[in-house]
Structure formats: structure tokens, C-alpha cells
């Protein structure tokens, strides 16, 4: 189509596009077939397709998104393609799969690792720099799981498909308080302060102050009030 034979008005080729009006019976059929095809491609890569998707189920899901699109709405494209590309990313990602099982080194190449964001109640803060996560969000995902101090955490890690599992100290020491600076009043409703320190960067607890010292986590100076949970 030439450049000035697109006209703003012209409201049967925006909406009908240029192709006959047979095709859009065609449509219906490529659109069956695609659908069989995605269906049998999802169930041949297993039930991790069904659940949360890690990255490499995701590589596959958009190689299949992007298979199906052009057959689906130009007339002069077959499916055989389609069918191709489907099989490709199901048999690669079996490959994966029995590789991952066979080597444990290869799984970490292809799917990560993971990672300890929280460590006995203390900022893991290198694991979180080189996953990228910040210190809200580890905060937010640990308020999320109605935690309100880091003396509550065993653990937090960040699994290789980027959800977090969350561990629970069984006996909650103090901590520092993970409850928004500006929430005063709800924060002195749930904890109280303690006789320990916290460094307000990692976390790290300390018993006595004995000036401008570095913390022996992270290096920073800054200490704040541990706080303890109020038992209800």
C-alpha cells in the first residue's frame, strides 16, 4: 500500500484492514489451529507452563507469542512456521529441563541461583546489590508477611524464578524495625525499644556504643534503637 492511499477516514481499511472478507472465515480456523497448537506445545513442557513462570518458561511463552501472531493475521503466511517454531522451544526446553537435572552447574547458568536476602536477622547487603533489590523492597515483602522487625527473620531468600520464601526466626531476638519511619504510632503500638543497637543500614546488632563506630557488617555509622516485638 502506497503512503497516500492512508486516509484518516478511511474507516473500512482501519477497521477491515485490505484482505476479503473470506479471510476473516479463514481467521476462525488459524485461530483453532493455533490454539491446539499452544495447547499441545503447554502441556508437552509440563506443569511449571501452569504455574509461576521462571525465566526460561518465559523465554518459551514469548517465542510462542511471537509464533502465532503473524500466521494468525496475514493472509499470505501459512502455519506450517507456526508448528515449527513451537517445536523448537518444546524440545529446547526439554533440553533444559533434563540438563538442569543432570548438572547442577548448568541449572545455575540457565536458571540462577539463590540468593539469602536476610541472614539471621541482618541485611544480606552484597546479594541484594547484585540481584538488584532494594532495601524497600525487601522491607515491603517482609511487612507483607506481617513481620515487623528483622529479629523476626531466620531468612529471606530470593529464589531463581524471583519469588521470596520467607523463614521465620522461632525465637525472635531483637531487631531493627522494618515499620515506615513517618508510622511512629503504629510502630510503638507493635514493638518497643530494646537495650540494643541496630545499624540502620544492614541491620546488624550490637550491645554497647561506645562512639562514632563503624558497624562491623556494613562499614556505615549509623545506629538506631533495636526494637522487640509486643506480645499480644
Known sequence: MKSEDIQLSDWQRILLGDVPGSFFIEVIFRTLIVYMILMVSMRLMGKRMEAALGRNEMISMVSLAAAIGIPLQSPDRGLLPALIIAVVVVLTQHFIAKKSMESEKFEEITQDNI??????GRLNLAIMEATR?????????LRFKEVNHLG??????LEANGK???????????????????????????????????????????????GEEECDSCGFIDW????????E
Open 164 to 210: 521470596f520464601t520467607f523463614i521465620e526466626n522461632t525465637k525472635p531476638v531483637a531487631g531493627l524495625s522494618i515499620i515506615p519511619t513517618w508510622d511512629c504510632e503504629f510502630k510503638m503500638r507493635i514493638s518497643k525499644d530494646s537495650n540494643e543497637l541496630a545499624c540502620n543500614h544492614c541491620g546488624h546488632i550490637k550491645e554497647k556504643y561506645l
Open 224 to 231: 538506631v534503637k533495636a526494637v522487640e516485638s509486643i506480645s
Open 133 to 141: 533489590i532494594t532495601r524497600e523492597r525487601v522491607f515491603g515483602q
Open 152 to 157: 523476626e527473620v531466620k531468612r529471606l531468600y
Open 115 to 120: 540468593g539469602a536476602l536476610v541472614e539471621d
